[in-house]
C-alpha cells in the first residue's frame, strides 16, 4: 500500500519531547475490533490527570486521544469530530502538526484526497520533520497521475508525477530505509534528485 495509514500518536501526553521523525503506531490491543488497549485507556486517563500543563493542554490531549480511538475503531465522523476539538484547544504546532497529518488519513480513507493532502500540507509547515506527511502526499499526487495518464492527460500527469517525486524525494531523504517501492519509481522514471542515493543523504 501506498499511503501511511498508521495514525500518529504523538502529543505531549502519550511520547516524549519532539523527537519523532515519522508518525508511530499507537497502542494497540488485540481484540478485533481495533480498538485501544484498556491499560493504556488507563494510563492515559492518569497522565491527563498528573500533567503539568493548563487545562486547555489536557482537553486537547483528551480529545485527541478520543480521535485516535474512534480512527482506530473506523468510525471517521467521529474521529474528525474529535480531532477538530483537539485542534481548536492544542497551541504546540508539533502537536498540532500530528492532528492534522490525522485528519488527513481521515479524509483520504473517506476518499477526499483534495482535503488530505490540505491537511498534509499544513502538518509539514506545523513540522517540517514529519516524512509520513510528505510520503501521503506524494501518494496522492501520483494517484491524481495516474489517473491523468490513463486519460490521455500526458501534461497533466507530468505535472503530477513531478509533484508525487518532490514529496517522495524529501521523504526518503529523511528516512531513507523506507519507501522501497517509491525509490524505484523514482530512480525508473529518472525524477530521483541524487539527494537520497550512494549515501548522499548522510552528508545532507
Not at 504523538?10 to 499507537?26: D, F, I, S, V
Not at 493548563?54 to 474529535?82: F, P, V, W
Not at 501534461?155 to 524525494?169: F, G, I, K, P, V
Amino acid at each position: 500500500a501506498c499511503f501511511q495509514t498508521t495514525i500518529a500518536a504523538g502529543m505531549r501526553g502519550h511520547r516524549g519531547p519532539h523527537t519523532q521523525l515519522c508518525a508511530q503506531k499507537p497502542f494497540r490491543s488485540d481484540a478485533s475490533d481495533g480498538g485501544f488497549d484498556a491499560v493504556f485507556t488507563e494510563i492515559s486517563s492518569q497522565i491527563i490527570d498528573f500533567m503539568p500543563v493548563s487545562g486547555n493542554d489536557k482537553a486537547a490531549y483528551e480529545a485527541y486521544r478520543l480521535g485516535m480511538a474512534a480512527q482506530t475503531g473506523g468510525d471517521l465522523k467521529g474521529a474528525l469530530l474529535h480531532y477538530t476539538e483537539a485542534l481548536r484547544l492544542e497551541e504546540d504546532p508539533i502537536d498540532q502538526s500530528y492532528i492534522m497529518y490525522n485528519i488527513g488519513i481521515v479524509f483520504a480513507g473517506n476518499g477526499e484526497f483534495s482535503k488530505a493532502a490540505k491537511y498534509y500540507l499544513l502538518a509539514i509547515d506545523s513540522n517540517p520533520s514529519l516524512c509520513s506527511a510528505y510520503n501521503n502526499l506524494a501518494c496522492i499526487y501520483h494517484r491524481q497521475g495516474s489517473k491523468a495518464e490513463r486519460d490521455y492527460d500526458s501534461e497533466r500527469s507530468d505535472t503530477l508525477y513531478s509533484m508525487a517525486a518532490e514529496y517522495w524525494n524529501k521523504a526518503i531523504k529523511m528516512n531513507p530505509m523506507e519507501y522501497n517501492d517509491a525509490q524505484a519509481w523514482l530512480r525508473d522514471t529518472g525524477r530521483s534528485d541524487g539527494s537520497w542515493e550512494g549515501g548522499a543523504w548522510m552528508n545532507g
